[in-house]
């Protein structure tokens, strides 16, 4: 089988550091050699544990973790490390309900990829991730966007009313950073899906208005008279240009 990877290494100026986690010993190695092949170094580990070790010891650029493993599952290492960096995950997973993606997500995995998969498909998605975060560009520079009483920090990942701090998953804080980052244009869900968190949950398009509903609900924003986010009938949802 032709392991090589024909998009070439990711381009962001070195070589990064891709842990697998995954007790899956022989699909773990395959998913090695493929990203070894695209011009990554790669660690391996085979319990949860011994994972989280490695990612505290060796401080890898991003992180692919299974979520069915001995030791610590996957649910715990994704919780542990989103407390301790801002490592981007990559959750690997069989189970593929929406229950379970999206308690991944808000946990703060950047991305979810179910079995069975692509080996070219993960490379693709590593790419995608570490660009996205930015991983190994240095100091990213620091965005703020003020609506009304509202503050969204990118850099900081925080948003504040009225100076109080809102506690928001990092799920809601993607969907509020693309609306504040463009006040007045209305986004429909897909868009707010694919610019939020960079790929597509197929067939989860409702689960934006959830995201929306919790949103208004720690702005405390009427929905039938909103001051920070509007419903675009036909469309989906704008942030209030003021």
Same mark, same amino acid.
């Given at each position: 089988?032709?392991? +090589?990877d !024909?998009?070439?290494?990711?381009?962001?100026?070195? /070589?990064? =550091?891709?842990?697998? %986690?995954?007790?899956?010993?022989?699909?773990?190695?395959?998913v090695?050699?493929?990203l070894?092949?695209?011009?990554?170094s790669?660690?391996?580990?085979?319990?949860?544990?011994?994972?989280?070790?490695?990612?505290?010891?060796r401080?890898?650029?991003?992180?692919?973790?299974?979520?069915?493993?001995?030791e610590?599952?996957?649910w715990?290492?994704?919780?542990i490390?989103?407390?301790?960096?801002?490592v981007?995950?990559i959750?690997?997973?069989?189970?593929?309900?929406?229950d379970d993606?999206?308690?991944?997500l808000?946990?703060?995995?950047d991305d979810?990829?179910?079995?069975?998969? +692509?080996? !070219?498909?993960?490379?693709?998605r590593?790419?995608? /991730?570490? =660009?996205?975060?930015? %991983?190994?560009?240095?100091?990213?520079?620091?965005?703020?966007?003020?609506?009304?009483?509202?503050?969204?920090?990118?850099?900081?990942?925080?948003?504040?009313?009225?100076?109080?701090?809102l506690?928001?998953?990092?799920?809601?804080?993607?969907?509020?950073?693309?609306?504040?980052?463009?006040?007045?244009?209305?986004?429909?869900?897909?868009?707010l899906?694919?610019?939020?968190?960079?790929?597509d949950?197929?067939?989860?398009?409702?689960?934006?208005?959830?995201?929306?509903?919790?949103?208004?609900?720690?702005?405390d924003?009427?929905?039938?008279?909103?001051?920070?986010i509007?419903?675009?009938?036909?469309?989906?949802?704008?942030?209030i240009?003021?």
């Amino acid at each position: 089988e032709d392991q +090589s990877d !024909r998009g070439g290494p990711v381009s962001l100026g070195c /070589v990064k =550091r891709i842990l697998v %986690a995954d007790d899956d010993k022989r699909l773990a190695d395959l998913v090695r050699r493929y990203l070894e092949n695209a011009g990554f170094s790669v660690t391996v580990a085979h319990d949860g544990r011994k994972a989280l070790d490695i990612a505290r010891g060796r401080q890898p650029d991003l992180v692919i973790l299974d979520l069915m493993m001995p030791e610590l599952d996957g649910w715990d290492v994704c919780r542990i490390l989103r407390a301790e960096s801002d490592v981007p995950i990559i959750m690997l997973t069989a189970r593929s309900t929406e229950d379970d993606m999206l308690l991944g997500l808000d946990l703060g995995a950047d991305d979810y990829i179910t079995k069975p998969f +692509s080996p !070219r498909e993960v490379v693709a998605r590593v790419r995608t /991730v570490l =660009r996205r975060s930015g %991983a190994g560009e240095g100091e990213p520079e620091r965005m703020i966007w003020s609506i009304g009483k509202l503050e969204v920090d990118a850099h900081r990942h925080e948003a504040r009313l009225e100076g109080d701090y809102l506690d928001v998953t990092p799920r809601e804080f993607a969907v509020l950073r693309v609306l504040a980052a463009a006040p007045g244009k209305a986004f429909s869900r897909s868009e707010l899906i694919s610019e939020a968190f960079g790929f597509d949950y197929d067939g989860m398009e409702r689960t934006v208005d959830a995201y929306i509903r919790s949103l208004r609900k720690k702005l405390d924003d009427d929905s039938e008279q909103p001051a920070y986010i509007e419903t675009v009938y036909g469309v989906g949802y704008r942030m209030i240009d003021r």
